[in-house]
């Protein structure tokens, strides 16, 4: 059986996609069994090869359901101190699951993550097999499984393929050369943006989420001009009707927040200067999502080598610092100051010192639980040179900003504080403030 497993589970995998529930059921009973009565490393590979990059959504959900119940079966030490095939195989399709556009496929790739997090070679694994592109996305989701559990499964999103002959109804009636004409990202982007046509204010529940199809449709769309149609889409119902948008803010930024880091660099630019544009319209209205949108903001961005992408980073990270209650900015601030590498971290760096600031007077205690943490890694791992192993950049400068920031507020209690740290950690802050006398 194992000779012929590849093409048998490409079959199934791809009937998993049908409409007809009773095929979909056979379909996941013949998997089922396949996983049980298969060795377990052949099974794993087989649905990889035949589902891990297919178009159908439903056949990615299927596969990543019962590529999470082999690797529950398997357990994580057969994994991770197992043979190299396996884990070089596994790593990287976790990590394009639970960035899948379907919340189900998220949920099952942060499942196989959660299985396996507790063993002791687990992140030294996450850091050798997950490719670096995908590696701070699936940090954040470790880090977030540790703080909060794996959660419910989610109900997931209808599907929208195949929406793209509705898509006037959200603003896809221009021909595609206007839409080409709109990837100039010029001065003209604020007009035509305006431009989009208008739909009415859904009247009704089934309206509406007929009306949020549409635009998730749009926004996941395959053709890039659909999915800049979809932002600016956004960006108008942001205007002209907010009470809709913040009524499903999750379901569609859900959707929005791929488009912040799109393949396509125009796509990508275009979706950060709409959220510049749409922060100081949604402000705190933007608190259940902010989680999700800061990495997809800064984790590439702010390293980004091209000049418009890099800018239009900037410019979100500064109008959430001015249109947000800083405190929903500390958690998420404090994870990429530590966390990530290069021009990135040293911008967080000097971005939660200016939070620090701005925050302390009416949050003290909450700053120094957090923001004390991301000092001490610095101080404690960064060489005379003013660099960190394996983050890239020197981060002296940005350290200094924050030691000054939180001297400023906390005075000599942060000496006291930093007394119960290692020397060299008291040494280099010393110093640092010394520097700053």
């Known amino acids: 059986m194992d000779q012929e497993l590849d093409n048998t589970v490409k079959v199934l995998l791809h009937k998993a996609g049908e409409s007809n529930t009773f095929i979909r059921e ?6 089922k069994a396949m996983v049980n009565n298969v060795t ?16 159908h959504s439903a056949v990615r959900r299927c596969t990543a359901q019962h590529l999470s119940d082999i690797v529950e079966r398997m357990g994580p030490e057969r994994i991770l101190s197992g043979t190299k095939v396996v884990a070089d195989r596994v790593f990287p399709a976790i990590a394009r ?7 189900q496929t998220r949920y099952y790739g942060r499942k196989m993550l959660f299985s396996m997090m507790t063993h002791p070679d687990f992140d030294k694994t996450l850091e050798k097999y997950v490719p670096t592109k995908d590696l701070p996305y699936i940090k954040e989701s470790v880090s977030n499984l540790r703080e909060k559990g794996l ?11 195949g929406r793209r002959s509705h898509t006037g109804s959200v603003g896809h009636s221009r021909s595609s050369s206007t839409s080409r004409d709109a990837l100039n990202i010029t001065d003209r982007e ?10 009415a204010a859904p009247r009704n529940s089934l309206e509406s989420e007929e009306y949020v199809k549409d635009i998730i449709g749009l926004l996941n769309g395959k053709d890039f001009r659909d999915r800049i149609n979809g932002i600016k889409q956004l960006l108008s119902d942001t205007e002209n009707n907010q009470g809709f948008v913040v009524a499903n803010i999750v379901k569609i930024f859900d ?9 396509n660099s125009k796509v990508n630019q275009v979706a950060l200067e709409t959220m510049h544009k749409m922060i100081p319209l949604l402000k705190d209205n933007l608190s259940p999502v902010i989680n999700m949108l800061i990495p997809a903001m800064v ?66 205690y909450a700053v120094e639980q957090k923001v004390l943490a ?8 960064m060489t005379n040179s003013g660099s960190l192993p394996g983050a890239g950049g020197n981060i002296r400068t940005a350290t200094a900003k924050l030691s000054k920031a939180l001297f400023a507020q906390m005075g000599p209690s942060l000496l006291t504080h930093a007394a119960s740290q290692p020397p060299h950690v008291k040494k280099s802050l010393e110093e640092f403030l010394e520097i700053a006398t």
Request: glycine share 4%; charged share 20%.
């Open 26 to 31: 056979e379909v996941d009973k013949a998997l």
């Open 40 to 55: 377990p490393a052949r099974a794993l590979c087989s649905l990889i090869n035949g589902g891990q990059s297919h178009l």
């Open 97 to 103: 699951f639970a960035q899948d556009s379907s919340q």
């Open 151 to 161: 959660g419910e499964m989610p109900l997931d999103t209808p599907s929208a393929k």
């Open 190 to 199: 604020t007009t035509e943006v305006r431009e989009v046509t208008r739909k």
């Open 255 to 263: 959707a929005f927040k791929s488009r912040l880091h799109d393949s």
């Open 299 to 364: 984790d590439n961005n702010l390293n980004s080598k091209n000049p418009g992408i890099y800018a239009a980073a900037t410019n979100v990270i500064q109008a959430l610092c001015q249109h947000l209650d800083n405190y929903l900015l500390l958690q998420p601030f404090c994870t990429k100051a530590q966390f990530l590498n290069g021009k990135a971290k040293q911008d967080m760096t000097e971005k939660l010192a200016d939070l620090v600031t701005e925050l302390y007077p009416r949050r003290p």
């Open 374 to 381: 991301v000092l001490w890694h610095l101080l404690g791992n």
